[in-house]
């Protein structure tokens, strides 16, 4: 009889965010126990899952768990608390639903997840810490920088970029050849057809240039573990 090895999976975050990470771990059959961190106090229970405590506690775990992942919306704090994962020698994996469809020629990187009904086509890069979202997909060719939350419904056409922590709300679309900038949101519904540059919010159809932002980008490799614990 062949035993099939199970895993614990320690997730970040027991939002619906975290729930909905929770659900697709389960469903690859490659994890079967799953307990949350959440910094939300006296929380012990979400889905029938246990919140073992906040999320300073996850030293403590890392010979209890297989993997650990983080299930946070905002991009830069999700991008910040993986790196502390794996500084601390966390096993930090990638999720991908067994209903997706995700090319044998793409590469998808520890801390991302692509989500039901999610496409990534050959030759696609999507880089640490991204959500690739339900029904959202990411065409060929295309390189998705850390941090990047592709939402429900959004499209990004062949060989385009998206810059790191960049946010596509649901059901925006990304012309192919396109180069999306770094901190960049694409608000709902829009679609952008010219390159957009990094720390702006661009909106509606053809999307345009609404708001600016400061910019304050974070080289995360390069500053240490407590340094970086400090600034969660
Ligand atoms: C599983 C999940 O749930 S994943 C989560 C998915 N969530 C989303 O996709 C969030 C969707 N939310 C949006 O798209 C919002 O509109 C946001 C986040 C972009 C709003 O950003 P804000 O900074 O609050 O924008 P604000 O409301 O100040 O609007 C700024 C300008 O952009 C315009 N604008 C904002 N959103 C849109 C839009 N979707 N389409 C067209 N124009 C828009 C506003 O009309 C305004 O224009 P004006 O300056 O000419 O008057």
């Known amino acids: 009889m062949v035993v099939r090895k199970m895993s614990g999976l320690l997730i970040l975050g027991a939002g619906g965010h975290g729930r909905t990470v929770a659900d697709a771990a389960l469903m690859t059959g490659i994890w079967d126990r799953i307990a949350f961190l959440d910094d939300k106090e006296d929380l012990e229970e979400v889905s029938g899952f246990p919140v073992l405590g906040q999320f300073n506690l996850f030293p403590r775990f890392l010979n ?3 993997g650990a992942f983080v299930a946070i919306g905002n991009n ?8 502390v994962l794996q500084h601390a ?11 997706s469809s995700v090319s044998k020629r793409s590469k998808i990187a ?4 692509v989500m ?3 496409v990534v086509n050959t030759d696609a890069t999507i880089e640490r810490g ?5 029904c959202s997909s990411v065409d060929h060719d295309c390189y998705v920088q850390e941090g990047v939350h592709i939402s429900p419904g959004s499209h990004v056409g062949g060989t385009a970029s998206i ?10 679309c990304i012309g192919n050849n396109r180069k999306v900038g770094k901190n960049v949101i694409v608000a709902a519904g829009s679609i952008v057809i010219k390159d957009v540059p990094d720390d702006v919010m661009v909106a509606g159809i053809p999307a345009i240039i609404k708001k600016r932002f400061g910019g304050d980008h974070i080289e995360h490799e390069n500053i240490s573990l407590s340094a970086l614990y400090e600034r969660i």
């Open 64 to 66: 209890d768990f297989d």
């Open 76 to 83: 830069d704090l999700r991008l910040k608390l993986i790196i």
């Open 89 to 99: 020698g966390f096993n930090v994996p990638s999720i991908i639903h067994p209903h």
């Open 110 to 113: 520890a801390g991302s997840i």
């Open 116 to 118: 039901a009904g999610a």
């Open 130 to 134: 991204c959500i690739i979202n339900t």
């Open 163 to 172: 810059g790191r922590c960049s946010w596509l709300c649901m059901n925006s």
